[in-house]
Every structure is written in structure tokens, then in C-alpha cells.
Nanobody
């Protein structure tokens, strides 16, 4: 499985961005895809996860309802819609998967894509 994340950029506080993750290779309904982020000098943080089959989701506490993860199974795409962005959301965002459960643990995801940078200006 290869993961290709895109959609990052520079946005003002309060704005929105949508990140995309293209997953190559075979996927299964039990598999879970996730988004993580890491800001300079900070630990990696779980953002959100979604199961391919059924679309059940799981979010990190810091997201507070501002982000929405979704998937298009037909296209093998996973998305992260980010609204009401804050400067504290500035980070490199990573797509990861698959995992076998809705987990916040980085090591539970078998593959990781390259990061896409999100910068939120105040």
C-alpha cells in the first residue's frame, strides 16, 4: 500500500482546507485509515480515523468537532475537511493505514505517507 497525501497550504485563521489521501493497493472493509499531525518541536498527534467499511469515525480530543474525516471507497481516497482552523493547527499532516481497529496509536498503522504541510496564519 502506498499513501499519497495532498491539499496542504497556507490559510488564515478561521479558514478551511481539505486534505486528501490516495491509497494504492487493495483495501478491505475492516481496514482503518487515519490522519496524524506533527508540529515542530511537538509530539506526533492523532487527528482522526475512519473504517473503510461502514465509515465509522474516531477523532482526537484536540479537534473539538472542527475536522471531519471521510472516505470514498470507490476511489480509495480518504479526506480530512478542516474548518475553523487555528494557528495551533499548523503542522505536517500524515495519512496512515491500514490499521485493524479505530486506534490513535501511530504504530498500529502499517504504512504512512509523506506529510503535507498546513500553515495557519493569525
Amino acid at each position: 500500500v502506498q499513501l499519497q497525501a495532498s491539499g496542504g497550504g497556507l490559510v488564515q485563521a478561521g479558514g478551511s482546507l481539505r486534505l486528501s489521501c490516495a491509497a494504492s493497493g487493495r483495501t478491505y472493509s475492516s481496514h482503518v485509515m487515519g490522519w496524524f499531525r506533527q508540529a515542530p518541536g511537538k509530539e506526533r498527534e492523532f487527528v482522526a480515523a475512519i473504517r473503510w467499511g461502514g465509515g465509522r469515525t474516531y477523532y482526537g480530543d484536540s479537534i473539538e468537532g472542527r475536522f471531519t474525516i471521510s472516505r470514498d471507497s470507490a476511489k480509495n481516497m480518504v479526506y480530512l475537511q478542516m474548518n475553523s482552523l487555528e494557528p495551533e493547527d499548523t503542522a505536517a499532516y500524515y495519512c496512515a493505514g491500514p490499521a485493524m481497529g479505530l486506534t490513535f496509536r501511530w504504530d498500529d498503522y502499517k504504512y504512512r505517507g509523506q506529510g503535507t504541510q498546513v500553515t495557519v496564519s493569525s
